[in-house]
């Protein structure tokens, strides 16, 4: 009788499946729409905020940059939080729509400080520099209240938004498969797209025109990003959050603690305790033998108690089976999270030490007297980016997959270590640049002082271009990689979570590159071959520097090697687990 319940129960399950409608193909122009609109609001005006902060508000460089700094980190952390709340409370569509309006509402509060007279210190004139007129505690109060309406913001948006997207697509058909993958590459082209126009033509309205004009043009399309994204309500699949999923984490922990003294039995996959939840959304996970101490949280003991339903009546001593599989699925993926961090890093220099090198380079066009913006060189890593990806997903992928059988025509972990190996190779040359730039430098006429002092360089900047482009290749295989890894191997209930993931990799990047400048600027101070990164480049050897991230990134690599070939995807490489109290799960429950 039990078994022909639990078989009309499948049926069920099956025939609610049938019934989402996905739209992904449809649903798309409004998920790329908000992420883009939101992208030319954001991130233009972050990147040029410490200009903002020394010549509206009148502060010195060294204030300016530590906020920008503590401004910049804190958002790249705070998609942890957002991802919680997201898979815990509010599921993905709510805290989009929240987070895109508290972006809306911060880039609007900051807009009005630069409006509104009596929200900013008086101008300060050239001739007055040492003795300007710093904010009041009012106007500082009201910037820092924009500045965390954005960090709210970009707690919801960022690991959401691949995730909802993905969300549209069946994934148990070949075009939903086909789909979601399409869908991470075209979301990276929208988002180097976004950068591109941001960092050129909105931050020149801001520095050249008018900075309330140039507040206002991302506000204005921040507001079309929200208005993009409610426009989609009804044909969007919104999946239902289950609960706590940190939660059921630190429970196979704790569980797994209490009974660490006990034996693991001889066939585990039989004989430990294989609950599920009905309703659950994630899938069947095979029993692996990998981080076996945490099997122990499913042995059960004679004073665990069953409920009715089958379920443990104390979670915190006993866990099924499938919930200590799912907590696998993270470990596994620590290891290869941790290596992104040092690959990153040699990204990391392309957006601060190029610019250095193109202050001390010609950056003259042709031969005209116009000079190339230094930042406006790190253009060429995302014209590399954006020019790539459509080539490889709409040539490149279909035809390995006709001969690899694979979806994304190449495994997800090769594709990272192709990035990896792209990253060294920048580092390389960048340092055979370096060389060049510098030679050029001492040994040839110069074209004047840079504002660090140091001679210009007769060497025309375009040699900057091969770096930046093999920059731009990398982060089109490795960060991309990084992105849809995450989003297929966590489970399905903490798919925003895994969207939090790529941009804790850029924090922790970004805070090992600073630690390590710092760490060379004191260790090279006084050695045989003089500081490696003084002011002038010239008079140092940033050679060497990338020389040494190429070293960490070949080690790394090797790392990398080590962990894929003792990585198990998600769902393969295990024993099947007979699950007497499940049903056939499916994959997405809608509200």
């Known amino acids: 009788m039990e078994k022909n319940d639990q078989k009309v129960h499948d049926i069920e399950q099956v025939v609610d499946k049938q019934k989402i409608n996905y739209r992904g193909v449809k649903a798309m122009p409004y998920i790329i729409g908000n992420e883009t609109f939101e992208k030319l609001g954001t991130i233009g005006t972050s990147s040029n905020m410490v200009v903002y902060l020394t010549t509206v508000f009148n502060m010195n460089s060294a204030s300016a940059t530590t906020l920008i700094n503590v401004f910049t980190g804190t958002t790249n952390l705070t998609p942890l939080i957002g991802a919680f709340l997201s898979d815990t409370y509010f599921g993905r569509y709510k805290t989009l729509g929240f987070a895109s309006i508290s972006s809306f509402t911060g880039m609007f509060v900051l807009t009005l400080t630069a409006a509104i007279s009596k929200l900013h210190p008086p101008h300060c004139g050239t001739e007055d520099t040492g003795h300007c007129i710093g904010p009041t505690t009012l106007q500082l109060a009201f910037l820092l209240c924009g500045f965390a309406f954005l960090i709210v913001g970009a707690g919801g948006i960022r690991p959401c938004n691949l995730a909802f997207g993905a969300d549209q697509f069946n994934p148990n058909t070949e075009a939903g498969k086909r789909g979601i993958n399409s869908f991470f590459n075209w979301y990276y082209f929208t988002f180097t797209f976004a950068m591109m126009v941001s960092v050129t033509l909105i931050v020149y309205v801001q520095s050249d025109i008018n900075w309330a004009i140039g507040l206002a043009i991302p506000t204005f399309l921040m507001f079309l990003s929200c208005a993009t994204y409610f426009m989609g309500s009804r044909i969007y699949v919104k999946v239902k959050p289950e609960g706590s999923p940190l939660g059921r984490v630190v429970q196979v922990f704790v569980a797994a603690k209490k009974k660490r003294r006990l034996k693991i039995p001889e066939n585990p996959h039989l004989s430990l305790f294989n609950y599920r ?34 379920s443990a009546v104390d979670p915190w001593r006993l866990c099924g089976m499938q919930q200590v599989e799912e907590v696998k699925c993270l470990m596994r993926v620590i290891p290869i999270w941790a290596s992104g961090i040092i690959y990153y890093t040699a990204i990391v220099q392309m957006h601060t030490y190029v610019v250095l090198q193109a202050l001390q380079s010609d950056r003259r066009l042709g031969g005209s007297s116009f000079e190339v913006p230094a930042a406006s060189y790190i253009v060429f890593a995302m014209l590399g980016l954006t020019f790539w990806i459509p080539i490889y997903d709409r040539l490149i992928v279909p035809t390995l997959r006709k001969f690899t059988g694979k979806e994304g025509g190449i495994s997800l972990l090769q594709r990272m270590g ?65 992105i849809e890894f ?14 939090s993931f790529f941009f804790c990799t850029m924090a922790g990047a970004n805070y090992l590159s600073g630690f390590l400048v710092s760490l060379i600027h004191r260790v090279t101070a006084n050695s045989p071959t003089g500081n490696w990164l003084p002011d002038d480049l010239n008079k140092g050897r940033l050679d060497y520097f990338y020389y040494l991230f190429a070293a960490l990134g070949i080690l790394n690599f090797g790392y990398f090697l080590l962990c894929a070939r003792w990585y198990r995807y998600k769902g393969t490489g295990g024993v099947s687990i007979e699950l007497a109290n499940e049903s056939t799960p499916t994959e997405k429950h809608i509200v």
């Open 418 to 482: 192709i990035g990896i190996v792209l990253s060294i190779t920048t580092m390389l040359v960048s340092a055979a640049v370096e060389v060049r730039r510098r030679n050029y430098a001492l040994t040839r006429p110069t074209l004047g002082i840079a504002n660090s002092g140091g001679a210009i360089s007769s060497m025309p900047g375009l040699w900057l271009t091969p770096q930046l482009l093999l920059a731009g290749l990398a982060e089109a295989f490795d960060s991309i990689g990084q």
């Open 277 to 310: 939840p009905k309703d659950s959304i994630n899938a069947s996970l095979p029993y692996t033998d990998q981080f076996r101490f945490l099997d122990k949280a499913a042995i059960i003991n004679p004073e665990d108690g069953i409920n009715p339903d089958g």
């Open 486 to 499: 995450y989003y297929k191997q966590f489970p399905e209930n903490m798919r925003s979570i895994a969207g």
